[in-house]
Structure formats: structure tokens, C-alpha cells
T-cell receptor, first 114, second 117 residues
Framework: DTAVSQTPKYLVTQMGNDKSIKCEQNLGHDTMYWYKQDSKKFLKIMFSYNNKELIINETVPNRFSPKSPDKAHLNLHINSLELGDSAVYFC?????????????FGPGTRLTVL | AQKITQTQPGMFVQEKEAVTLDCTYDTSDQSYGLFWYKQPSSGEMIFLIYQGSYDEQNATEGRYSLNFQKARKSANLVISASQLGDSAMYFCAMREAIGFGNEKLTFGTGTRLTIIP
């Protein structure tokens, strides 16, 4: 029944490593997003994909590479992890357009870089 | 560019009282949407309520209502009869059109609400 799921929920890793976070939605939505929530709880969009096409790339370092194999999945790969990458990463999905068009969020992935 | 402002970093409210969380926004768009999300300590983001810029009536969803004052560009969330389970971070967000039918949400910095028994 999970609408938007993310794996893993927690990720602890060393600086310099490469890691991936996976996201899947079963809502039939066309658009998916990645957000970063920092230690002060500020939530900022990183990327959005519409039907596998990159729509938004909000000046994110190119160490971050999203990949959408199909419209139900949006994965986030991070190369050469840095201390400042420690945050909670949320995946979300929505219909492409519509008056209400609320975004449904996954449970988040807490990334800790040591 | 759009901006969302939540001026109350934290609020303490007695249980069963009503509470208003402030949100002001800045946009030059005519068509936009305003959302409120709740983030409890468990971390998930929960959609609460939506107000469209052309909606003439204030949105309501159960104990949540949105006090929408378009001329003042404010969209305050009102929670009636607060409960202990309402303790959480609350985020105001605005939908921004970015062209070709695509949109994004811009979030405010949030208000941490604590309900006191």
C-alpha cells in the first residue's frame, strides 16, 4: 500500500564514497522529485523528472546524478560524498498538472557522512 | 523569483486551544497554489491543506483551515482544538510554474509547534 517508498531509510558512510538512494511510487504519477532537508529543517528541491525527462536541476553539484529508468522510479546517485551532504533526502511524486497537484512524499533517507 | 516567509520559528500552545501559523508569500504570478505540510518527529511529510489562488472560499480540511488573504499575500494555517499529536514542524509551500506545464514547490523555513498538555 506504500505510495512513495525510499531505500534505504538510513545511510551512514565515509567521505569520498559513492552511494545511491532508490525511490519508487505506485500512484501512477508522471512527475517525481528529490528534495534535500538540511539540519535546520530547510527543504529545498534538487531535481524533478517528468516521465523520465529531467525538468528541474537546482544548481546541485554534479556529484549528484538522478536517474529515472521509468516514470515510477527515480534514483539518486551521489559520488565522492562530502560532510556537507549529510541531510535527509526526500523523494516525492505528483501528477504533472492540476489545480491541487499536491506532492506525496516518501519517508526520507537520512544520510550521514563521516 | 518566489519567496515564502514563515516568521514563527517556534510556538507553544495549550492543548485544546486554536493556533494560527503564519505564512506570507511573494509572487508576480496570477495563478498559484499554496500548501501546508506537517512533519512530525518521525520525519515524514504529510500534506494537510491546499488553497488555489482563484479559490474564493478559504480551504478547510477537518480541524485545519486556511485563512487566505490574497491582497495581503498571506495564507495562514489555523488548527482548531489542538491536540498533543499536532506537535510537529509545519511548512508552508507555494507552487510555482516554471514553464512548459511544469511546476515546483518552494517551501518556507517552517514553524515548530509544541502542544502543551
Amino acid at each position: 500500500d506504500t505510495a512513495v517508498s525510499q531505500t534505504p531509510k538510513y545511510l551512514v558512510t565515509q567521505m569520498g564514497n559513492d552511494k545511491s538512494i532508490k525511490c519508487e511510487q505506485n500512484l501512477g504519477h508522471d512527475t517525481m522529485y528529490w528534495y534535500k532537508q538540511d539540519s535546520k529543517k530547510f527543504l529545498k528541491i534538487m531535481f524533478s523528472y517528468n516521465n523520465k525527462e529531467l525538468i528541474i536541476n537546482e544548481t546541485v553539484p554534479n556529484r549528484f546524478s538522478p536517474k529515472s529508468p521509468d516514470k515510477a522510479h527515480l534514483n539518486l546517485h551521489i559520488n565522492s560524498l562530502e560532510l556537507g551532504d549529510s541531510a535527509v533526502y526526500f523523494c516525492a511524486s505528483s501528477r504533472r498538472t492540476g489545480l491541487k497537484n499536491e506532492q506525496f512524499f516518501g519517508p526520507g533517507t537520512r544520510l550521514t557522512v563521516l | 523569483a518566489q519567496k515564502i516567509t514563515q516568521t514563527q520559528p517556534g510556538m507553544f500552545v495549550q492543548e485544546k486551544e486554536a493556533v494560527t501559523l503564519d505564512c506570507t508569500y511573494d509572487t508576480s504570478d496570477q495563478s498559484y497554489g499554496l500548501f501546508w505540510y506537517k512533519q512530525p518527529s518521525s520525519g515524514e511529510m504529510i500534506f494537510l491543506i491546499y488553497q488555489g489562488s482563484y479559490d474564493e472560499q478559504n480551504a478547510t480540511e477537518g480541524r485545519y483551515s486556511l485563512n487566505f488573504q490574497k491582497a495581503r499575500k498571506s495564507a495562514n494555517l489555523v488548527i482548531s482544538a489542538s491536540q498533543l499529536g499536532d506537535s510537529a514542524m509545519y511548512f508552508c509551500a507555494m507552487r510555482e510554474a516554471i514553464g512548459f506545464g511544469n511546476e515546483k514547490l518552494t517551501f518556507g523555513t517552517g514553524t515548530r509547534l509544541t502542544i502543551i498538555p
